[in-house]
């Protein structure tokens, strides 16, 4: 269900963009259906490899993604998409509810991680909290930038 990005590459867009990555169709269509009524545009990817394919053709401003990918782990999917944007809210959600894992997730820059089934009403709260949050770090490293010196 991916769409055309309306803006250009680099600039943000008032509707949060975000990716949905987990092997299962069935799950990245019904976190669209759940989650574009409440103003999020969501572009689905079935791949680790279809998911940075999406980030390199859209500005998005978070990920959910699922720890196992069909072609390798949701951790690599993650450190690829925050170093294409440190900012990124990137939420890891699982089937299986490892201590570990979600440490490892964190460790990586996982804004939270989720345990399947999960709450919608929960997991929409975790996103707008996580896309304030990267706003306003983004708008702290835009000032620092104005403010800073040219080397």
Same mark, same amino acid.
């Given at each position: 269900?991916?769409?055309?990005?309306?803006?250009?590459?680099?600039?943000?867009?008032?509707?949060?963009?975000?990716? %949905?990555?987990?092997? @299962?169709?069935?799950?990245?269509? =019904? &976190?669209? +259906?759940?989650? /574009?009524?409440?103003?999020?545009? *969501?572009?689905?990817?079935?791949?680790?490899?279809?998911?940075?394919?999406?980030?390199?053709?859209?500005?998005?401003?978070?990920?959910?993604?699922? %720890?196992?990918?069909? @072609?390798?782990?949701?951790?690599? =999917? &993650?450190? +690829?998409?925050? /170093?294409?944007?440190?900012?990124? *809210?990137?939420?890891?959600?699982?089937?299986?509810?490892?201590?570990?894992?979600?440490?490892?997730?964190?460790?990586?820059?996982?804004?939270?991680? %989720?345990?399947?089934?999960?709450?919608?009403?929960?997991?929409?709260?975790?996103?707008?909290?996580?896309?304030?949050?990267?706003?306003?770090?983004?708008?702290?490293?835009?000032?620092?930038?104005?403010?800073?010196?040219?080397?």
């Amino acid at each position: 269900m991916e769409t055309a990005d309306p803006s250009p590459e680099g600039t943000r867009s008032a509707t949060p963009k975000l990716i %949905v990555a987990d092997d @299962d169709p069935q799950t990245t269509w =019904l &976190l669209a +259906a759940a989650l /574009e009524p409440s103003g999020y545009a *969501v572009l689905q990817a079935h791949a680790a490899a279809e998911a940075i394919r999406i980030a390199q053709d859209h500005t998005v401003d978070a990920a959910l993604i699922n %720890v196992r990918m069909p @072609d390798g782990d949701g951790f690599g =999917l &993650l450190q +690829a998409l925050r /170093e294409r944007d440190a900012h990124l *809210v990137a939420i890891m959600m699982t089937d299986h509810g490892v201590l570990d894992e979600a440490r490892r997730a964190m460790l990586l820059g996982a804004y939270d991680y %989720v345990t399947k089934p999960f709450d919608l009403s929960e997991l929409r709260a975790v996103l707008d909290a996580g896309l304030a949050e990267s706003a306003d770090a983004r708008e702290a490293a835009a000032a620092a930038a104005l403010t800073s010196p040219d080397p």
